[in-house]
C-alpha cells in the first residue's frame, strides 16, 4: 500500500515544474495577507508575521535552501507547509478567503504578465536586428520568388521588412493577450465567492491588475489566457520557422547569397567543409513542439465542465515548455540575424539571366497600348524564344524584339532591375522611395 500511496503522490504532484511559480505564489499571499489585515478579518500583526514568514521563505527558495516535498503536491502547500514551521499556527490565517483554485488561477496570470512583456521586448529587439540588416543593404536588389521561381526583382530591405511586419503583428497579438492576462481571480474562491468582507480591488491595485474577474466560477476554470499565449506563440514561431528556411536556403551553396556567422553554426562531424546553420534548422523544429503544446491545452480544456477540474493541473508544462522555447528562440535569432553578411556578388548572379524582368517587358507593352493579357502572351512567346537561343533579353536585337511585337522600341533597353524596383513606388511598394519610408515606420514602431 506504501508503495502505491508513493506512485499516487508521484502521479498527482505538480512540484517538480509548478516550483517555479513560487515567487508569483509569494507575492500573491503577501497581498492577500495585507488586504486581509486592512478589511480586519486578521490582526495587523498576523499579517505581518505571515508577510516576514513569506519573504523568509522567498530568501530560502533563492539560495537553494528550501526543501520542496512531493508529498505536498504543489508550490502552494509547499510554501504553506514552510509557513506553519516557521511561524506556527498563524499561518493558517493565510488561507482565509481563499482557494488554491484561485490562488493558481493567480499565479498563472501574474507569471504570464512578466512573460508577455519579455516576450514583446525580444520581438522588438529582434525586429531591431532586421531592420539594421535592411538598412546596410539598402540598395541591394535580390530576385523576388514566388512558387520558389524567380519572379519579380526586388530590394533586399523589402524582404526583410517582410518579417519586421510578420513580428509586428505578433507583437500587437501579445499586447492584446495581456489584456485577458490582466483579470485578478482571486476572491474567487473555489468556485463561488468567498463569504468574508474581501477588498478585490484593493488587491488588484495591489498587484498591478488592470480589473477584477466578473464571474467566481469563469475566473478559476478560465485558461483561455494561457491558450491564447500558447496560440500567440505558435504563430510567432510560425514566423521564426518561415524566416529560418529562407536563411537555411540562402546560406547553401547552392543559393550563397547570405553567411552565416560562425558562433550560429556548426561543422560535420565527418565532412570537414560543411556550415550547418542548426540554429535555424532548430528553430524549424522547435515550432512544432510548441504546436504540440498547443493543441495539448486545447484538447485538455475542450470537455471540462465548471469549475475546477485536475485536468486543469496540466496546464503548467506545456506553457512553460513553450515560453522557454519562444524566448530562446527570439533571442538567438535577435544575435544571429547580427551575423549574417550579405554576398551582393551573388545575389545579382542569380539574376543575370534577367528573365526576372518579363514582367516588366509585358507592363512596357501596356503602356504602349497593348491589353495586358496580350502582353503577357507576347512576352511568354519571348521569354521562350530567348531562353532557347541561350540569350537573355538585353542580347536580344531589335528586329528579334520586333518578331513578336512591333510596339518594341530602342527604349526596351532601359529596363533593368533598377527600373523594374523603382517603378513599383506605391505604398508598400519595393521601390527605394517606398522602403525608406518604411525603414523610418519600422524605427518608429520599435520604438514605440
Known amino acids: 500500500m506504501k508503495d502505491s500511496n508513493k506512485q499516487v503522490q508521484g502521479y498527482v504532484a505538480s512540484i517538480p515544474f509548478d516550483r517555479r511559480l513560487y515567487r508569483q505564489d509569494i507575492e500573491g499571499s503577501i497581498a492577500h495577507a495585507r488586504m486581509l489585515a486592512r478589511q480586519e478579518i486578521i490582526a495587523e500583526s498576523e499579517a505581518e508575521t505571515i508577510i516576514e514568514g513569506l519573504k523568509s521563505i522567498q530568501e530560502e527558495i533563492e539560495q537553494g535552501k528550501f526543501q520542496f516535498k512531493t508529498e505536498l503536491e504543489d508550490i502552494h502547500m509547499n510554501i504553506e507547509a514552510g509557513l506553519f514551521e516557521k511561524i506556527g499556527d498563524v499561518a493558517g490565517k493565510l488561507h482565509t478567503a481563499r482557494s488554491r483554485n484561485d490562488q493558481i488561477a493567480l499565479d498563472l496570470r501574474l507569471f504570464l504578465r512578466e512573460e508577455i512583456s519579455k516576450t514583446i521586448d525580444e520581438l522588438r529587439a529582434l525586429q531591431s536586428s532586421l531592420v539594421e540588416l535592411a538598412e546596410a543593404n539598402e540598395a541591394v536588389i535580390m530576385p523576388g520568388y514566388t512558387h520558389l521561381q524567380q519572379a519579380q526583382p526586388i530590394l533586399l530591405a523589402h524582404h526583410l521588412l517582410a518579417y519586421f511586419e510578420m513580428f509586428q503583428r505578433d507583437r500587437e497579438r501579445f499586447h492584446d493577450c495581456m489584456k485577458r492576462a490582466d483579470v485578478l481571480p482571486l476572491g474567487s474562491g473555489a468556485l463561488a465567492g468567498v463569504p468574508y468582507p474581501v477588498d478585490r480591488e ?119 515548455d513553450t ?108 521601390s527605394p522611395r517606398q522602403v525608406e519610408k518604411a525603414l523610418s515606420r519600422a524605427k518608429r514602431l520599435i520604438r514605440e
Open 202 to 320: 484593493l488587491v488588484a491595485r495591489e498587484l498591478d491588475f488592470s480589473k477584477v474577474s466578473t464571474n467566481s466560477l469563469d475566473a478559476v476554470s478560465d485558461r483561455d489566457f494561457v491558450i491564447e499565449y500558447e496560440a500567440a506563440a505558435a504563430v510567432t514561431m510560425m514566423h521564426l520557422s518561415r524566416l529560418a528556411e529562407e536563411l537555411i536556403l540562402w546560406s547553401s551553396r547552392e543559393f550563397g547569397f547570405i553567411e552565416i556567422g560562425e558562433a550560429y553554426t556548426t561543422g560535420s562531424s565527418i565532412m570537414p567543409q560543411k556550415k550547418n546553420p542548426d540554429v535555424a534548422e532548430l528553430a524549424r523544429g522547435k515550432t512544432g513542439r510548441v504546436y504540440g503544446n498547443l493543441m495539448g491545452i486545447l484538447t485538455t480544456m475542450k470537455a471540462l465542465p465548471l469549475a475546477y477540474n485536475r485536468d486543469m493541473q496540466e496546464d503548467k508544462e506545456g506553457l512553460f
Open 323 to 430: 515560453v522557454d522555447t519562444l524566448h530562446s528562440s527570439l533571442e538567438v535569432f535577435a544575435g544571429m540575424i547580427k551575423t549574417i553578411k550579405i554576398n551582393t556578388e551573388r545575389i545579382y548572379q542569380a539574376m543575370k539571366t534577367d528573365y526576372i524582368l518579363a514582367t516588366d517587358l509585358a507592363d512596357y507593352l501596356v503602356k504602349k497600348g497593348l491589353p495586358f493579357r496580350e502582353a503577357h502572351g507576347v512576352v511568354a512567346k519571348l521569354a521562350e524564344y530567348a531562353m532557347s537561343k541561350g540569350k537573355n533579353f538585353r542580347e536580344l536585337s531589335l528586329k528579334e524584339y520586333h518578331n513578336f511585337s512591333p510596339l518594341f522600341t530602342d527604349d526596351v533597353y532601359a529596363i533593368t532591375l533598377e527600373s523594374s524596383a523603382a517603378a513599383r513606388s506605391i505604398p508598400g511598394g519595393t
